[in-house]
């Protein structure tokens, strides 16, 4: 019998027995199910989770000043004895200078796009008699500035001149101005305001205002802390910051074929070995956000792939369920079968026949289950706010796994089928 009338047989057999075929799919609708909407949930939270990161600069590499670890060794004598870092304060010559800045990027200038330093000013109130605005300022040189990317609304950006000269100038965010200038944000441009920070008032000059990107907070309005831009000499000027960096972030090149593990690497090894070789208590790390993303999307996967497992022991008993119909099934048919039989039908026949019909059940339980599946992520996603991306891994996985329920569970009760003496069946009441 050709495929295509055994197929349209199973299809018969769904249709003529609706409730029953739909109880025996139960079990493989709900595991299926269970499996795509939990490898989709994964899917989409990790490629959310890793668009978000990137987007905030996973390329990008963070590289600071830490203290060397404490190290043991052991004597010809069998004394042990610990070596530390010399000094736990950084002393001035423990900083990233700015000849070490130049320096790197002559030397990897395909890989280096810039570099962003940050001096962090500290949480103050700017206030106008009965008008405040809660803030935190913070200190960008002109690549951090460019690296916010801000969208301005008025005025304009800090330029090279202001970073240079130290100018005490800022730019403030369009809720800044809601509180202060009434919404006004050109009335905003060019005036001075005032800004307690530990009891002391500092004045700088507005020279741009820019978009605010709400968050969540339980903060309203007019108490929300917003961000106060700096040129970066500015803040160092208030901070009395005389040293050199022990923190800052460089900026990759897009178009850099390197990767950013391997280039934190060499960045550690070079700085350490040409600047901190005779340091005895600091050297140099680099990180990279490209790293935590690799291991929480791991971590991830790893959750996701555990749960599904779990949630895929409904298809075991899914399985049962259909072997336990095509044995009722080949009972019901076992006048049919030797019927076939007497006619000329082989075993081979026979049991292709039965064969058919469960890979066919499992097929469209597994169908079923695939789109219950999908709406379930779906609908969880709107709910948590994350985009929906289906697992094509997952659908390709429930649909072959169908089929090898269908062929492993089905084998059995079809070669039953197959081993029937026609004889005796024709005599079947």
């Given at each position: ?24 799919m ?84 395909d ?18 008699g009965?008008?405040y ?70 004045t ?25 831009y ?27 074929d ?89 075993n081979g ?81």
């Amino acid at each position: 019998m050709l495929i295509g009338e055994n197929i349209m047989l199973a299809l018969n057999g769904l249709r003529a027995n609706k409730m029953r075929s739909m109880l025996t799919m139960l079990g493989i609708i709900i595991g299926i199910a269970a499996v795509i909407a939990i490898m989709t949930l994964g899917d989409s939270i990790s490629g959310s989770v890793t668009d978000s990161m990137s987007s905030m600069g996973a390329n990008n590499i963070t590289l600071g000043v830490s203290q060397k670890s404490t190290t043991e060794e052991t004597t010809e004598s069998g004394l042990t004895f610990s070596s530390g870092p010399r000094f736990t304060v950084m002393q001035d010559d423990d900083y990233i200078t700015d000849e070490m800045l130049d320096d790197l990027m002559e030397r990897y200038p395909d890989d280096i796009e810039g570099y962003v330093l940050e001096e962090s000013v500290g949480s103050g109130t700017a206030q106008d008699g009965d008008l405040y605005a809660y803030v935190t300022a913070t200190g960008l040189n002109a690549d951090g500035i460019e690296n916010e990317e801000l969208n301005i609304l008025a005025g304009r950006t800090l330029t090279e001149q202001d970073q240079e000269e130290a100018r005490k100038v800022c730019l403030v965010s369009d809720l800044f101005v809601d509180n202060m200038f009434d919404s006004n944000n050109m009335s905003a441009i060019g005036q001075a305001v005032d800004v307690l920070f530990n009891d002391r008032y500092y004045t700088y000059t507005i020279v741009g205002v820019y978009e605010y990107e709400s968050t969540f907070s339980s903060s309203s309005d007019e108490d929300t802390e917003t961000t106060l831009y700096l040129p970066l000499l500015t803040a160092r000027d208030q901070n009395h910051t005389t040293t050199g960096y022990s923190q800052l972030t460089l900026l990759m090149n897009t178009s850099s074929d390197v990767s950013t593990s391997d280039f934190c690497d060499t960045l550690e090894t070079y700085l350490n070995n040409n600047y901190y070789a005779d340091n005895e208590s600091y050297e140099i790390s680099a990180t990279s956000l490209e790293s935590v993303v690799e291991s929480l999307t791991e971590m991830l996967s790893t959750i996701t792939l555990a749960i599904s497992a779990i949630a895929a022991i409904s298809l075991l008993v899914g399985g049962i369920g259909v072997m336990n119909i095509m044995l009722v099934s080949i009972t019901e048919r076992t006048r049919e079968i030797g019927t076939r039989k007497a006619l000329g039908a082989t075993n081979g026949s026979i049991r292709f026949q039965f064969i058919v019909e469960a890979i066919v059940l499992c097929i469209v339980g597994g169908l079923i289950g695939i789109i219950l599946g999908i709406a379930l992520a779906t609908v969880a996603m709107n709910f948590m706010g994350y985009s929906v991306k289906p697992s094509v891994t997952g659908i390709i996985i429930s649909v072959s796994f169908s089929i090898f329920i269908g062929v492993f569970f089905g084998y059995y009760p079809a070669n039953k089928a197959a081993k029937l003496n026609p004889i005796d069946a024709l005599r079947y009441e």
